[in-house]
Each structure stands twice: as C-alpha cells, then as structure tokens.
C-alpha cells in the first residue's frame, strides 16, 4: 500500500524546470512526504522530504499543497543526470506514535532530453 | 567517511543454499533497513532495526532473518535460498528524527542475487 499516486513517466529538456506530480489524498496530519530517486543501476538517494509547507535544498525543492492531499517536487533546471525513476513516499505514523517503514510505490521514471 | 556498503555486489546461489548479505554503516546511524528491489519494481522492506538488538519485520520478511548486534552492521540472511528471491538487496540506514521517525536514508550500491 504506496498511498501515494504519481504519473509512470515524465519528460523534460534540458535546463527546464521540472515538475513531479504526486496526489496522496487520504494524508493525515502527521504524515511526511519524503522523496527519492533511483539512478539507473544505483541504489535510491533521498531527494527532500516535508510535513507542510514548502522545502528546499540543493537539490530541489517540494511545494505541499495547502489541504496537503498532493504535493510537487521541483527540479529547478534538470539535467541530463537528473534522469531516473523518482519515487513519492508518504510516511505514516504507528500506533506507538512512530514510523519506521517507508513504502516505495513504482514511481515516475523521468526522462531528459538534451 | 565509507556510508553504507554492501557485500557482496554479486552472488549466484542453488535453491536451498543458505547465505549472509553483509551490510556496514559507518555514521552511527540508529536505524538500518533491508529492501528487495525486482525488475520493474519499487523497493519492498524486508526487515528494519531502530539499534542494537532491536529487529522488526517489514512488508516481505518470509525467507529472511536480521539481527543487529552493533550499531555499525545488519546482516540479512536467507536460510533457503528460492527461485522467488532472486532480487537485488539494498541496505540503508538513517537517523531517527525525534527519536521515532525516519529521516534521510542513505541506501548502499546493492546486493545483485540470482538463485538457480
């Protein structure tokens, strides 16, 4: 159970924004939003997360919509090395009030044209 | 300053071979985690540590035991190696954020199984 619904593919060209769709309708209020990428033949490298308003970091930035039932990760301006799947994962907490499992859906393979 | 590595990068196994994947972190990260990766598919947890001598199971555990006997190591074995568990196996670790949620995960090269 991913609880979170993201495209299968996306392109983009070179040096042009980036917008990743993900929808995670059914959220509460203490749920992350976490995202990953997966570069061909690598291990997934984590990308952002946030639990409400907007995040940045070198990499990018995760605009959360305000009802928080989607968000949209931002690559500024991509790269052909920013081609890879990018999974959208929400985290929920348990009923010890924790969470320790992430759950990687199949994610939004990102193709980028030069 | 190595982050999370694996061994080994390859294995070939018969069916009902035991085996250990070896997996070492080295930024004294409290929890640890294995996921199988099919083709085509997202990463699906195995099994989870939040510190030494604390394991508990994730989405797909059949087949597979973890102990965690040190901060720094989580091996996963598999007891009887099956068809159904050729895979690639990834190991990641990461600091508990508030002590209870999982922050960034920092995910080793992986692990590549074939089981004849």
């Known amino acids: 159970d991913a609880k979170t619904t993201q495209p299968n593919s996306m392109e983009s060209n070179e040096e042009e924004p980036v917008h990743l769709p993900c929808n995670h309708s059914?959220?509460?209020?203490?749920?992350?939003i976490h995202w990953y990428r997966q570069l061909p033949s690598q291990g997934p490298e984590y990308v952002i997360h946030g639990l409400t308003s907007n995040v940045n970091n070198r990499m990018a930035s995760l605009a959360i919509a305000e009802d928080r039932k989607s968000s949209t990760l931002i690559l500024h301006r991509a790269t052909l090395r920013d081609a890879a799947v990018y999974y959208c994962?929400?985290?929920?907490?348990?009923?010890?009030?924790?969470?320790?499992?992430?759950?990687f859906g199949k994610g939004t393979l990102l193709t980028v044209n030069p | 300053n190595a982050g999370v590595t694996q061994t080994p990068k390859f294995q070939v196994l018969k069916t009902g071979q035991s085996m250990t994947l070896q997996c070492a972190q080295d930024?004294?990260?409290?929890?640890m985690s294995w996921y199988r990766q099919d083709p085509g598919m997202g990463l699906r947890l195995i099994h989870y540590?939040?510190?030494?001598?604390?394991?508990d199971q994730g989405e797909v555990p059949n087949g597979y035991n973890v102990s965690r006997s040190t901060t720094e190591d989580f091996p996963l074995r598999l007891l009887s190696a099956a068809p159904s568990q050729t895979s690639v196996y990834f190991c990641?670790?990461?600091?508990?954020?508030?002590?209870?949620?999982?922050?960034?995960?920092?995910f080793g090269p992986g692990t590549r199984l074939t089981v004849l």
């Open positions: 930024m004294n990260h409290e929890y």
């Open positions: 990641a670790s990461s600091y508990l954020a508030s002590g209870n949620q999982v922050d960034e995960q920092f």
């Open positions: 994962i929400r985290t929920t907490l348990n009923s010890g009030g924790s969470n320790y499992k992430l759950t």
């Open positions: 059914t959220i509460s209020g203490t749920d992350y």
């Open positions: 540590s939040v510190g030494a001598g604390i394991t």
